[in-house]
T-cell receptor, first 116, second 111 residues
C-alpha cells in the first residue's frame, strides 16, 4: 500500500479483556516497530521485527504484551487482560533496510486504545 | 542508558523563526531524527543528522553536534500549520535500531 495502515483506529475495551491490534507495513519494508504513546508523552518503544530474525522484545512492559509478524508482512500486537494503564495510542512504523537509506521510520495512524 | 531532553512547549508568531533544542545522552549514537506530529496524527519524518553540521530542507534546518550531544531544529517563516509537536529521536546501536524518542516540544504559532 501507499503507507503504513493500522486497525482498528479506535478500540474501547473493558478492563481484563484481551485486544489485538493490527499493522500493515509498507510493501518492501523489512523492519517493523511498535511504539506506545501515552497522552502528552513521547513514544515508548515496545518491540521490533527485522526480516526473519528473532524480534527485539526489550521494550515490552509486561508478559501481557506480545506481538507476531509473518515474514515481512502484517504484524499483530496482543495485549492480554488489559489494564487501565494500557490506555494509549499504539503506533506502528516500518523502514527500508539500512543499506537502502538511513532508516527513517514511516508511521501508521495509530490505534487509540481506551481501557475502561 | 539513554536520555533525551527537549523543551515541553514553545510559542511563536507567524513569519518568525524558532529554534527547538534537543540534548541527548547515548552510549552508541548512530543518528538523530526530527519528526513532526500534529495532534491526533502519526509522526512524519522531517530530518536526519548523523554527521556534525547543518542539514537544510526548505524552511526547516537541523543541526547536530555529536561532541556536545546537541541538536536543534530551526523553522523559518513560520506558518499556522507549523503548530504541532516536534519529536527528537536518537538511534543508538546499543539499543538495536529502534529510535529513542524525547517527549516532544509542542509549538504553538499565533497570528
Amino acid at each position: 500500500g501507499a503507507g503504513v495502515s493500522q486497525s482498528p483506529s479506535n478500540k474501547v475495551t473493558e478492563k481484563g479483556k484481551d485486544v489485538e491490534l493490527r499493522c500493515d507495513p509498507i510493501s518492501g519494508h523489512t523492519a517493523l516497530y511498535w511504539y506506545r504513546q501515552r497522552l502528552g508523552q513521547g513514544l515508548e518503544f515496545l518491540i521490533y521485527f527485522q526480516g526473519n530474525s528473532a524480534p527485539d522484545k526489550s521494550g515490552l512492559p509486561s508478559d501481557r504484551f506480545s506481538a507476531e509478524r509473518t515474514g515481512e508482512s502484517v504484524s499483530t500486537l496482543t495485549i492480554q487482560r488489559t489494564q487501565q494503564e494500557d490506555s494509549a495510542v499504539y503506533l506502528c512504523a516500518s523502514t527500508l533496510p539500512l543499506v537502502r537509506g538511513y532508516g527513517e521510520q514511516f508511521f501508521g495512524p495509530g490505534t487509540r486504545l481506551t481501557v475502561l | 542508558g539513554q536520555n533525551i531532553d527537549q523543551p515541553t512547549e514553545m510559542t511563536a508568531t507567524e513569519g518568525a523563526i524558532v529554534q527547538i533544542n534537543c540534548t541527548y545522552q547515548t552510549s552508541g549514537f548512530n543518528g538523530l531524527f526530527w519528526y513532526q506530529q500534529h495532534a491526533g496524527e502519526a509522526p512524519t519524518f522531517l530530518s536526519y543528522n548523523v554527521l556534525d553540521g547543518l542539514e537544510e530542507k526548505g524552511r526547516f534546518s537541523s543541526f547536530l553536534s555529536r561532541s556536545k550531544g546537541y541538536s536543534y531544529l530551526l523553522l523559518k517563516e513560520l506558518q499556522m500549520k507549523d503548530s504541532a509537536s516536534y519529536l527528537c529521536a536518537v538511534r543508538d546501536w546499543q539499543a538495536g535500531t529502534a529510535l529513542i524518542f524525547g517527549k516532544g516540544t509542542t509549538l504553538s504559532v499565533s497570528s
